[in-house]
């Protein structure tokens, strides 16, 4: 069974750019989270998809960052204009119905530095 | 604030020995609970986890996880260490009352030494 996909593995960018992240959740995952880590911090949840709508986006900066889940499959986040506290791993996860007792299934994530 | 505590950021210890990593969270009400691990160079995977019942809880590759109600807390143990088990572990929560929104700590970094 392949895992949860994620593109690019690695990003550099300068402030106030813009940057877009890709996942692809594991095949008939309803559910998909984003998640952000800072370096020496656990993940932190920025937003949860059920299929195409959003389930939870209450510690998504609003501002800067935007995430959509077209179809119900894919998914992209973005961030505009990057900051320099915006430097952190992005995870993709994906669990089957979004249930708590359910595993969520991480991808390898993308480190993202902000320079 | 609702939170979740893991009390050490990192432990160093050789092969054979005993390992017991901490974690306190602060939810008032009925939580799930789990521990996730990243092997060096590897996702984030699920280690194991507790909904309801027996509260010593086990997992993959010889670990366990004890949830104690009245101490807010489910501590990670396994009684014999493999350089293998280098990695960095993560104690998470799910509120009931949350969809599925995992609260994480912040790691335990654990360096098994040959």
């Known amino acids: 069974e392949a895992g949860v996909a994620q593109s690019p593995r690695y990003k550099i960018i300068e402030k106030r750019q813009s940057v877009a992240f890709w996942c692809n959740p594991i095949s008939g995952h309803a559910t998909l989270y984003w998640y952000q880590q800072i370096l020496g911090q656990g993940p932190k949840l920025l937003i949860q998809f059920q299929n195409n709508g959003v389930v939870d986006d209450s510690q998504l900066p609003k501002d800067r960052f935007s995430a959509e889940r077209l179809k119900g499959v894919d998914s992209t986040l973005k961030i505009q204009p990057a900051k320099l506290e915006d430097s952190a791993v992005y995870l993709c996860?994906?669990?089957?119905?979004?249930?708590?007792?359910?595993?969520?299934?991480f991808g390898p994530g993308t480190r993202l530095l902000v320079l | 604030a609702q939170s979740v505590s893991q009390h050490n950021h990192h432990v160093i210890l050789s092969e054979a020995a005993s390992l017991e990593l901490g974690c306190n969270y602060s939810?008032?009400?009925?939580?799930?609970l789990f521990w996730y691990v990243q092997y060096p160079g590897q996702h984030l995977q699920l280690l194991l986890k507790?909904?309801?019942?027996?509260?010593l809880v086990k997992g993959i590759k010889g670990f366990e996880a004890e949830f104690i109600k009245s101490k807010f807390s489910f501590n990670l143990r396994k009684p014999s260490v493999q350089w293998s088990d280098t990695a960095e572990y993560f104690c998470?929560?799910?509120?009931?009352?949350?969809?599925?929104?995992?609260?994480f700590g912040a790691g335990t970094q654990v360096v098994v030494t040959p």
């Open positions: 998470a929560v799910i509120p009931t009352d949350s969809w599925g929104k995992l609260q």
């Open positions: 996860a994906s669990s089957l119905g979004g249930r708590r007792q359910e595993t969520q299934y």
């Open positions: 939810y008032g009400g009925t939580v799930n």
């Open positions: 507790y909904f309801s019942g027996d509260p």
